[in-house]
């Protein structure tokens, strides 16, 4: 199973940036998804998350302005990020739960992380 997120870049402090992750390998189900974000010298923290039936969940620094969303037929899971601030700069990592196959568990991934860059 791998994940891989692109829509990285550098953006200008109020602008927008969309970030998608698409999920691809042996799967059998995919449960929650979800975007977290790691700053230099800062522990990583969870951005967004979504379940299978499309509830969302936000950190209380992004509500407001990033709408998290999936398309559980293509596999992926996106991060619509607007009015973006020069603190939202870090590499966001895409996650989520898979089964590889029906008589698999659960097990979590990651993504390899994606730069974004908000300058002031």
């Known amino acids: 199973v791998q994940l891989v997120e692109s829509g990285g870049g550098l953006v200008q402090s109020g602008g927008s940036l969309r970030l998608s992750c698409a999920a691809s390998?042996?799967?059998?189900?995919?449960?929650?998804m979800g975007w977290y974000r790691q700053a230099p010298g800062k522990r990583r923290e969870l951005v967004a998350t979504?379940?299978?039936?499309?509830?969302?969940n936000y950190a209380d620094s992004v509500k407001g302005r990033f709408t998290i969303s999936r398309d559980n037929a293509k596999k992926t899971v996106d991060l619509q990020m607007n009015s973006l601030k020069p603190e939202d700069t870090a590499v966001y990592y895409c996650?989520?739960?898979?089964?590889?196959?029906?008589?698999?568990?659960?097990?979590?991934?990651w993504g390899q992380g994606t730069q974004v860059t908000v300058s002031s």
């Open positions: 996650n989520a739960d898979i089964s590889p196959s029906i008589l698999s568990s659960l097990r979590n991934y």
């Open positions: 390998g042996s799967i059998f189900r995919i449960y929650a």
């Open positions: 979504i379940t299978s039936g499309a509830d969302t």
